[in-house]
């Protein structure tokens, strides 16, 4: 049985603070993907992006995402690309429901303006944007959180996860 609620969507798309409120509603533990990336690196993503690119990001993100994937009864927040390799979306997949969370580039710069710490944001990340897309719409449920509170998008993904079990 699918268990885990597996939050995934583009950076700023209220992936965390949602995870958050789920976890909060249905008594689980919430894990940020990338705060366990950071624990287990012993340094920030920015670091290791600067350090060992987004090649080694990326390997170690794998490892994460499998890790989470052997867990029950969690919710899970990934990084913003995290869901693109197929790898990583089977094996999150196979143990629970994933939900991606979909907001405008226009909302995304106005949540992230003004934020550090966030490596791909720095660029051309609307190209990222433009570019993640499509694997975005390609996942069954999805929530657009434009115009909604975080709680309003939690409740949402409350009533999805519940319809599918």
């Given amino acids: 049985m699918k268990t885990?609620?597996?939050?995934?969507?583009?950076?700023?798309?209220?992936?965390?603070?949602?995870?958050r409120l789920v976890a909060e509603a249905l008594q689980r533990d919430f894990v940020d993907s990338d705060d366990l990336i950071v624990e287990r690196a012993g340094k920030s993503i920015a670091q290791m992006f600067a350090e060992e690119g987004e090649e080694g990001f990326r390997g170690l993100e794998s490892?994460?995402?499998?890790?989470?994937a052997t867990q029950d009864d969690l919710v899970i927040a990934t990084g913003g690309?995290?869901?693109?390799d197929e790898v990583n979306r089977s094996a999150l997949?196979?143990?629970g429901i994933l939900i991606c969370l979909l907001a405008s580039p226009?909302?995304?710069?106005?949540?992230?303006?003004?934020?550090?710490?966030?490596?791909?944001?720095?660029?051309n990340w609307e190209a990222l944007y433009q570019e993640?897309?499509?694997?975005?719409?390609?996942i069954a449920h999805r929530i657009n959180t434009d115009g909604k509170t975080p709680l309003e998008?939690?409740?949402?993904?409350?009533?999805?996860?519940?319809?599918?079990?």
Avoid: D
């Fill in 106 to 123: 226009a909302e995304i710069h106005r949540r992230l303006s003004g934020e550090s710490g966030r490596p791909l944001f720095n660029g």
């Fill in 4 to 19: 885990n609620i597996v939050l995934t969507g583009f950076m700023g798309s209220g992936k965390s603070t949602v995870g």
């Fill in 63 to 68: 490892s994460v995402c499998q890790h989470l």
């Fill in 132 to 138: 993640r897309l499509p694997a975005y719409q390609g």
């Fill in 81 to 84: 690309g995290a869901l693109l």
């Fill in 153 to 165: 998008v939690a409740q949402k993904v409350v009533k999805l996860w519940r319809a599918s079990r």
């Fill in 93 to 95: 997949e196979r143990g």
